[in-house]
């Protein structure tokens, strides 16, 4: 009698039930679509979508639906030439002032039962759903210039602070040289400005704050010299700060699955699936924005709106927020720069004493003194945040290219100093919903220093879509020819095995969907390799039945014991195959780490219906038959 535990078709009809339920979401297909989100105060209402509509209308676009999901407008299309003229029409309806972002998007139609308990369809690569590719380079000497414009600045605010006379603080190279008044304040300046520089050598990372700065002193001159480790540690964090800033202005643009990845020392690749306007995200990526916390200035900025008359060291700025006129509230605020977002290491969305929303801001040392010594002096006054972003537009002046820039400022928030604070502080006086767009803000922050694109190409998404059908293609005929093999050569136990790889795949799916893996043409790779590898696994199986049954065993028995040895060897083999997918996982990138993902879960999958999918099934054929005297092998 050939038996198998009933606890493990328990488990082996759990697993496929499973397999089966969130694999289900991969044969609804995407709508290609437009996705509307609310920028600065702006709102998805009734009366948004009704603009969408006639808008749609006028411009001669008949969408499959206009829906709101979520905190978005989707416009859904039927083609991707619908999608790209809906596209037009409402970027340039709604995209113009800033207060929306209109983007292409690929809208699932999956049932919401299965959203509901996790189930969603594999993401596709951009080999396979189309969209672009940035290689983006550092401008490493911007990098470098900007960090020694805030030594100086810290080191001239210090000396001013302690009463130290100095005729000039400059740079030479890569050394900052101070000139001081009096000869005998040299003592005392240097350790003044060797424990700045020491904070920021501890913020900068890596480098040990003694290593990071040499000291030699002349008379009346001061000389500080930067090592050139110190120096490339500003251009990594350069890149490492941007590939941040990048990362969120991704996310505003509503990508799936978007692609950020170093590469090399100064530059980041940006791989944008299912984005076909190169312009936009260009706009979107190049764009250079930034932060100051300022004071407020008091006087009345609505006077200084209408007249024009500023007061000296004041600048007139204009509120995120509109007043009953319908116009930005003016605000006046102090010239001087309290800190500003270089000096911003963390923002997160929090809650005060009251259980309030609040926005965390972590400061570098640097800056945290600056805010401490700010706030010392100022409770019970408002602080303001500035937001500045600075836009790259390109115009075509008699046949040429021009670039230019357009400067967005506004005051993003406006609040009290209840207590002194310093390198850590909460804004509150906020809703939800402002606090969690302020911290997002504060953490897009400004990009270290401008990247310039180096490399951009366009994959469409018919060649897309030409990759996907190959790409199935190809695992179907690899996957036939192995089921023919199997039929002809084992016959029954070649049907047991064509089920065992057919649960197999369906494992794959399912466990890429659950975990959210993003399937390029290496993935696709990847599964046809672990079908022949599964294949390789029961042709042992069946060959050590056949070998057993030539030894004289009954048939039961030579079942039993093909399986038991072959197990050993089949679970050797995939562990060795699985710790090399795991490497490829670990060290590589892009479609190495997509091809690694694929043969790890394709390897676990092919060892388990291959060692105990398929006994089963062949032990419901075979195990109850008391007189079987041989088997279809």
């Not at 493990?8 to 509307?36: E, G, H, R, T």
């Not at 759903?129 to 401008?139: A, I, R, S, T």
Request: net charge neutral.
């Amino acid at each position: 009698m050939l038996e198998y535990p009933r606890w493990k078709y328990a488990v082996i009809l759990i697993v496929m039930l499973l397999s089966a339920l969130y694999a289900l979401p991969n044969i609804f297909p995407q709508d290609p679509s437009v996705q509307i989100t609310a920028n600065r105060g702006a709102k998805i209402d009734d009366a948004l979508e009704q603009r969408v509509s006639q808008t749609l209308t006028q411009a001669g676009v008949k969408p499959k639906s206009v829906e709101k999901q979520g905190k978005n407008l989707l416009v859904r299309a039927s083609d991707p030439d619908t999608q790209t003229k809906a596209y037009d029409a409402l970027r340039e309806s709604l995209g113009s002032n800033g207060n929306y972002v209109v983007a292409l998007n690929l809208a699932s139609n999956v049932p919401s039962w299965l959203s509901a308990i996790g189930a969603k369809p594999m993401s596709l690569g951009l080999d396979l759903q189309g969209g672009v590719h940035f290689l983006m380079e550092v401008d490493k000497k911007a990098a470098i210039d900007k960090r020694f414009e805030v030594y100086l600045s810290d080191i001239r605010s210090s000396l001013r602070d302690q009463g130290i006379g100095y005729q000039s603080v400059e740079r030479d190279g890569n050394a900052l040289v101070v000139t001081l008044t009096q000869a005998t304040d040299l003592n005392k300046a240097q350790g003044l400005i060797q424990k700045n520089l020491s904070a920021n050598a501890l913020d900068a990372g890596a480098v040990a704050s003694a290593n990071a700065f040499t000291y030699d002193a002349a008379g009346n001159i001061l000389r500080i010299g930067v090592s050139d480790e110190m120096v490339r540690q500003m251009t990594l964090n350069a890149v490492e700060q941007n590939l941040g800033t990048l990362r969120n202005r991704v996310n505003s643009l509503g990508v799936a699955e978007p692609v950020m990845q170093r590469q090399g020392a100064d530059r980041v690749v940006v791989q944008l699936p299912g984005v076909q306007d190169t312009a936009a995200a260009k706009r979107t990526l190049g764009a250079t924005a930034t932060l100051e916390y300022r004071s407020v200035y008091e006087g009345n900025a609505i006077d200084a709106r209408e007249t024009g008359n500023v007061p000296p060291g004041a600048r007139l700025y204009a509120s995120r927020n509109m007043g009953a006129d319908g116009k930005p509230v003016p605000v006046l605020l102090n010239k001087r720069i309290i800190v500003a977002g270089e000096d911003m290491v963390d923002a997160r969305t929090s809650l005060d004493n009251n259980g309030l929303p609040a926005v965390l801001v972590t400061l570098n040392s640097a800056g945290g003194q600056r805010m401490l010594q700010f706030t010392t002096e100022n409770v019970n006054k408002p602080m303001a945040v500035v937001y500045i972003e600075r836009v790259p537009q390109v115009r075509i002046v008699d046949g040429k290219e021009v670039k230019s820039f357009q400067v967005k400022e506004e005051v993003i928030s406006v609040a009290n100093v209840n207590e002194p604070f310093g390198k850590t502080f909460q804004t509150t006086g906020l809703e939800r919903t402002e606090a969690e767009d302020l911290s997002k803000l504060l953490k897009a922050g400004a990009l270290a220093a401008p990247m310039d694109f180096v490399e951009e190409r366009t994959v469409g998404p018919s060649l897309g879509k030409q990759n996907v059908e190959r790409g199935l293609k190809a695992v179907a005929f690899s996957f036939i020819f192995a089921l023919v093999f199997f039929l002809f050569y084992y016959r029954m136990f070649g049907v047991v095995t064509c089920i065992a790889l057919l649960l197999n795949l369906l494992m794959v799916f399912a466990l890429m969907s659950v975990f959210g893996a993003t399937m390029s043409l290496p993935g696709l790779a990847g599964i046809a390799l672990t079908v022949g590898m599964s294949v390789d696994a029961n042709v042992l199986i069946n060959e050590r039945i056949r070998e057993e049954l030539r030894a004289g065993l009954p048939p039961q028995k030579a079942i039993s014991e093909g399986y038991d040895r072959a197990s050993g060897t089949i679970l050797d083999a995939n562990i060795t195959a699985f710790l090399a997918g795991l490497a490829m996982f670990a060290f590589g990138t892009g479609p190495l780490k997509g091809f690694g993902v694929t043969t790890m879960l394709g390897i676990a999958t092919s060892a388990y219906t291959a060692v105990s999918v398929s006994r089963g099934i062949a032990t419901l054929i075979y195990g109850r038959r008391r007189k079987l005297q041989s088997v279809a092998i």
